[in-house]
């Protein structure tokens, strides 16, 4: 079973330019996370979808930040414009519903803001 | 994770054992989870604990006692491959049930 796939693997782009990550979660899990990892850091969330809706988007950056997951599978997060604070690894990550479901997560997106 | 605290880096022995705690602080606490991360890697499962006690697996073991907000992770018989981040996360559902991160215990062994 192929696990969650993100694309890009690496991204580097000039500040004030749009970028967006796209994730495929796996198949059958109606939970996906957008989690942003500093150098050093744990995962921070961003935003958790149950399906196709957003239950928790209180830690992303509105002004700037977008996600979208129409059809209740892959999802994809847009920033725009780029800021260079914004240079991380987002990481996606799926989950089947309950509580004792752990996270799978992919290799996530390592973003570069110059 | 400001309400997750753990070690920011320990060293170990191969062969030897080390435990990394990890105390919490939620609205309602709802499971806690340890990964492994190793560098430039995504985070991977090791261990879940919803009821206080010990759950063993293989060479790594996790506690928790809910009361005292803490938990550890337990590495027996640890082998360089072990040197990585180890993650504590809870899921807290006094907060839409998130899954929040500590900052990582980056574990090294040494020969």
């Known amino acids: 079973e192929a696990g969650v796939v993100q694309s890009p693997r690496y991204k580097i782009i000039e500040k004030k330019q749009p970028v967006a990550f796209w994730c495929n979660p796996i198949?059958?899990?109606?939970?996906l996370y957008w989690y942003l990892q500093n150098l050093g850091q744990g995962p921070e969330l961003l935003i958790r979808?149950?399906?196709?809706?957003?239950?928790?988007d209180s830690q992303l950056p509105k002004d700037r930040f977008s996600a979208e997951r129409l059809k209740g599978v892959d999802s994809t997060l847009k920033i725009q414009p780029a800021e260079l604070g914004d240079s991380a690894v987002y990481l996606c990550?799926?989950?089947?519903?309950?509580?004792?479901?752990?996270?799978?997560f992919g290799q996530g997106t390592r973003l570069t803001v110059v | 994770g400001q309400n997750i605290d753990q070690p920011t880096e320990m060293t170990a022995t191969e062969g030897a054992i080390v435990q990394i705690n990890c105390t919490y602080q939620?609205?309602?606490?709802?499971?806690l989870f340890w990964y492994q991360q190793h560098a430039g890697e995504a985070p991977t499962f090791l261990s879940y604990n919803v009821l206080d006690g010990l759950e063993e697996k293989g060479r790594f073991s996790s506690f928790l006692s809910r009361s005292k907000g803490y938990s550890y992770l337990l590495l027996k018989e640890l082998q360089m491959k072990d040197s990585a981040s180890y993650l504590c996360a809870v899921r807290d559902l006094g907060n839409t049930d998130k899954l929040i991160f500590g900052t990582g215990t980056r574990l090294q062994v040494f020969p």
């Open positions: 198949s059958g899990h109606n939970t």
């Open positions: 990550a799926s989950s089947l519903s309950g509580r004792n479901t752990e996270a799978f």
């Open positions: 979808y149950e399906n196709e809706e957003a239950v928790d």
């Open positions: 939620t609205s309602g606490f709802n499971g």
